[in-house]
């Protein structure tokens, strides 16, 4: 549970490269992640070519830390592998926040990158990783060790929660 309230986004990173045992173990957390009908529609795409992480900033803007990481993490939906059509997005988003609490477990710095529904970002990336028609990239996690602290955050909120019936 710690790592629930501990894990913030991180977008300073120190040089210092991830081991490919914790990227292995990041990804079991992925995939230990719930899916519609037990689908898995998932894919991972291990990004840690320096030449492909300074490549993604030019079409998404908020992934300037990418350039600093040590490592990212494509999430990707294989369509062909939902039952219930749309829920891969649910799905995949599982799997992406069980990338950023494993990565806070590990003491590694993350950030959740959205992609989908961004058209003009799923045609880049879908050309960048060369993905096939029916894989769908829904988000990118930065990875490395921080260069940064930041203390837990409190964002508990009674005024959203309702009890059996919508009440303002």
Avoid at 50 to 62: A, T
Wanted: net charge neutral; glycine share 4%; aromatic share 8%.
């Amino acid at each position: 549970m710690n790592a629930i309230f501990k894990r913030r986004s991180i977008r300073k990173y120190t040089d210092k490269v991830i081991p490919e045992e914790h990227i292995e173990q990041i990804l079991k957390a992925a995939m230990a992640a719930p899916s519609a009908g037990n689908q898995q529609p998932w894919h991972f795409i291990v990004v840690d070519d320096k030449e492909i992480l300074n490549e993604i900033p030019k079409y998404h803007q908020y992934a300037k830390m990418l350039k600093e990481a040590s490592h990212a993490i494509v999430v990707c939906g294989d369509l062909s592998r939902q039952r219930y059509e749309g829920y891969w997005v649910q799905d995949c988003s599982a799997a992406t926040q069980n990338i950023l609490l494993m990565a806070t477990e590990l003491g590694i710095g993350s950030v959740w990158l959205g992609v989908y529904p961004d058209q003009d970002r799923i045609k880049a990336l879908k050309e960048l990783f060369e993905l096939p028609e029916n894989v769908v990239p829904l988000s990118i996690v930065s990875l490395g060790y921080p260069a940064e602290s930041k203390g837990p955050s409190n964002r508990f909120d009674t005024t959203r929660i309702h009890r059996n019936k919508w009440q303002s």
